[in-house]
């Protein structure tokens, strides 16, 4: 039930404004735990697979795997924020 206060064009874009987020929320989830599950593949390669010499130090492939697990929030985030600037 409407408010009588708040006119119906701003419920119904606040409420549209929420989905958005959430699809994007939903979306970069997804996104991260693919490239997380990705890097333990890569984490067991580099632990069982080449040589020393020619390994990248594990500290590096954790911050790269940590890096790329977050890009897709900061990306879906500054989208939807554009997004949200744009109506206005």
Do not use: C, H, W
């Amino acid at each position: 039930m409407p408010t009588p206060n708040v006119p119906q064009g701003r419920v119904r874009r606040t409420v549209n404004d929420l989905v958005m987020a959430e699809m994007f929320l939903l979306q970069a989830t997804i996104e991260s735990a693919t490239v997380i599950g990705d890097g333990f593949s890569e984490l067991g390669k580099q632990v069982t697979g080449r040589e020393a010499a020619d390994r990248e130090p594990l500290a590096s492939v954790l911050q790269r795997i940590a890096d790329d697990a977050v890009e897709p929030y900061t990306t879906r985030f500054r989208y939807f924020r554009d997004m949200l600037n744009a109506d206005d």
